[in-house]
Each structure stands twice: as C-alpha cells, then as structure tokens.
C-alpha cells in the first residue's frame, strides 16, 4: 500500500518537496476485525485535486471549516473507490463509492467518514454509460457546488447577464453551461490560456471569454469587463478573489448578486501579503447582495442535483473536460497544478483502473 503523506506545513506556494509518496508496504487485503463496527476498506480508483486542499497544508491558526492536514499523516481527500471488505450495514464488497478517502493505494475509512460515502449506482459499467471519474467532478463535490452556487445562492432570471472566473475549470465550466440552460446573457467567462479561453466558446457554450493574463486585459481588467458587460454583470460566480473581484464589483448592475465560491488567488498568501478589496463602497451604492457558500452545507441537495444533470449528461447537452494525472505517483505534482493554472478542466489522478 503505498501512501502520499504531507511533510510538513507549507507557506506560500505548495512544492513536491512538501509532500512524500512512501513505497508500498503489504497489507491484509480484509478488514482485520480491530476496526470499529461500519468500517469499509477499499480500493482507490480516482483522487480528486481540490484548490481548498492547499489551506488544509497550512499550520492550523484559525477554525476553519476544514480541519488542517497532520504533518507525517496521509492526505485524505475525495475519490472513487471499490469496496473490498466491509462491517458497515448498507456497503458491501463490490460496490462503487465516492467520498472521503486517503492518497493511497488503499484506506480503511471508518466511521463517521464512512456514513458519509455515497454508493454509485450510474457509471461506465453498466448500461448508463458515465465515466466513473465523474464522480470527482460533474457527479461529484465540484458539481454540487456549481449548482447549489448558482442556483440557490444566484437565483438566476432568464436573461441576466453572467460573469464566471476561473471558468474552465472543474466548477467553473459547469457554472457558464448552467447560466445557458437557465436562460442567461450574456454568459462570459475569464481563464488563464487561450486553449482554456477557446474551450469557454467551444465546448462549454460561454457567449464570450478572454484571458485575464494577455496584457491588453490585465493591465485593466475592469475595462476588460466593462467591454464584454456594457450594461453591467448581474450576476459574478467569484472563484480567484483579488484584482478580478474589484474589477467584477466596479462593474456589477444595481441589485447584482455575487456568488463567493472561492479565492484561489488569496491561498498561498500569508494574511499580510492578501489582497484587500478596494471597491466595497459598490456593494452598498449598487444594493449587491455578495454571499459566500460552502458545499458541504448543501449535501441534502445532491439528489435533486444528480436527478437533474444526469439527462443532460447523457444526451450530451452538458459537456465536461478533465485533465486525469496517470498513478498515484503524480499526485503531489497535479494537485501544485492546480495554483499554476496547468489542469485543463477537472484535474484528477487516476490510481488504479476501474
Ligand atoms: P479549477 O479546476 O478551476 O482549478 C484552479 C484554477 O484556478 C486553475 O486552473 C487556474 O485557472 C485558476 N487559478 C489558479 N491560481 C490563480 C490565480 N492566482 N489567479 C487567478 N486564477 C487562478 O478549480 P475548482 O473549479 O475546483 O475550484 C474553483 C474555485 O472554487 C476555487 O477557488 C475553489 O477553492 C472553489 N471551490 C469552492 C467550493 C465551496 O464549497 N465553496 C467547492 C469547490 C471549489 P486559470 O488558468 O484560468 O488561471
């Protein structure tokens, strides 16, 4: 069994050197019976990078709605994986899951993590035709909060206009193909290359997209918006935070709302270095209601959202791209990915096949 572990706690950006794959140890391939009643011991398929991962490395100094890594510890994260061996009453050997799991080649979840993993009934194996790894992504974490964001904490009108950063990645491309289905316009969306940028238009059906890194945009990335929004942004799906939320405030219509699903830009700053927000004064003369939302908050609603997107996804309306690191040996480096902008869509690490 061989495991990623993190070093040590990590300040600024995240390196390999932070985190140590160690080699393979045997071990029983059952449960030994020491567990405690409803353990599960499984197989891990697919890992799943998550931006929010990187404040989970850093040294614990403050509550936090997720707990800080344990230095020597293995990461844990979420996955697929197979059930080998099972005392918990409603998994059996043999099934699919997705949930908490650890970065190796296989973990023994107990409770209560292990209540918490969801059974897969839709996937490649059997007549549905969904790729397992979806379950990290569009049918997994990402997915959930791609809708309950813009959905629940939106509220979208046919018709509004809708500005998403970070849009080619694992939420952000769901985001710009729900405000679509909803009805909205225009759509557009910020990324970091221009085969990201061209993805926005092509695959996931944005009216428009640029590159907030080409010098033109950057240099004032408010302009950059007011060009693509010239009556203002109703709504602002905010994934990076930093300059790219000013701008997005400096731009927003009376009564917009903005949805604060994350601050990728702020996570390797220590507090001193972190970008202050300058346009404030906008959420009070423009009556902005911006409000901050986290996906575990909203687990009630993940049938209702799998019962929705599942048709879309079948018949191919929705459309989703992920970059899949091969072995669990390149997990440290696609997960550093992540704050460098190399994942393409969903990055995630396949570790053993299906
Ligand atoms: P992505 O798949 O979008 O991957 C991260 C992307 O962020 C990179 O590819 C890069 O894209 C962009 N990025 C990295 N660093 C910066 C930077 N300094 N400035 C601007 N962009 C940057 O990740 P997710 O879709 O999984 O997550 C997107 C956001 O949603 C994150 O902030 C994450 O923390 C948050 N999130 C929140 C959840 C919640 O419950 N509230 C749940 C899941 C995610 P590019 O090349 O375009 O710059």
Redesign the pocket.
């Known amino acids: 069994n061989r495991r990623v572990i993190l070093k040590d706690y990590v300040e600024g950006y995240p390196r390999e050197e932070h985190m140590e794959l160690l080699p393979g140890v045997e071990i029983p391939l059952r449960l030994t019976g020491d567990e405690p009643s409803g353990s599960v011991l499984v197989k891990n398929l697919y890992l799943s990078c998550?931006?929010?991962m990187r404040p989970r490395m850093s040294r614990p100094v403050r509550q936090s709605y997720t707990s800080a890594f344990v230095p020597g510890s293995v990461i844990t994260g979420y996955g697929v994986s197979r059930v080998l061996d099972s005392s918990h009453p409603s998994l059996n050997p043999g099934d699919l899951v997705w949930g908490f799991t650890g970065w190796e080649d296989y973990s023994v979840i107990k409770p209560p993590a292990s209540n918490l993993l969801s059974k897969i009934t839709h996937h490649s194996g059997n007549k549905d035709g969904v790729p397992l790894s979806y379950y990290t992504g569009i049918l997994g974490?990402?997915g959930l909060?791609a809708y309950v964001g813009f959905h629940e904490i939106c509220a979208p009108q046919p018709g509004e206009s809708v500005f998403v950063s970070?849009a080619?990645?694992?939420?952000?491309q769901l985001v710009g193909q729900f405000a679509k289905l909803a009805g909205c316009g225009p759509v557009v969306g910020s990324?970091?290359?221009a085969e990201?940028v061209g993805l926005l238009t092509t695959r996931f059906s944005f009216d428009a997209a640029f590159n907030y890194k080409d010098e033109e945009e950057s240099a004032d990335l408010s302009a950059a918006l007011a060009r693509r929004f010239p009556e203002g942004i109703d709504i602002y799906f905010e994934?990076?935070g930093?300059a790219?939320l000013d701008a997005a405030l400096r731009n927003m219509r009376v009564h917009g709302r903005v949805a604060v699903?994350?601050?990728?830009?702020q996570y390797n700053k220590a507090d001193a270095d972190k970008d202050a927000v300058r346009s404030l004064d906008a959420v009070v003369t423009k009556r902005l209601r911006v409000q901050g939302?986290?996906?575990p908050d909203h687990k009630h609603l993940y049938p209702q959202y799998e019962a929705w997107v599942m048709p879309y996804i079948r018949d191919g309306t929705i459309k989703y791209v992920e970059s899949v690191a091969e072995g669990l040996e390149s997990a440290p480096a696609a997960l550093i990915g992540?704050?460098h902008?190399r994942?393409v869509?969903?990055?995630l690490v396949r570790v053993a096949h299906e």
């Open positions: 998550d931006p929010y974490m990402p909060t970070a080619s990645g694992a939420v952000g990324a970091g290359s990201k994934n990076v930093g790219m699903c994350g601050l990728i830009s939302f986290i996906e992540l704050f902008g994942n869509g969903k990055q």
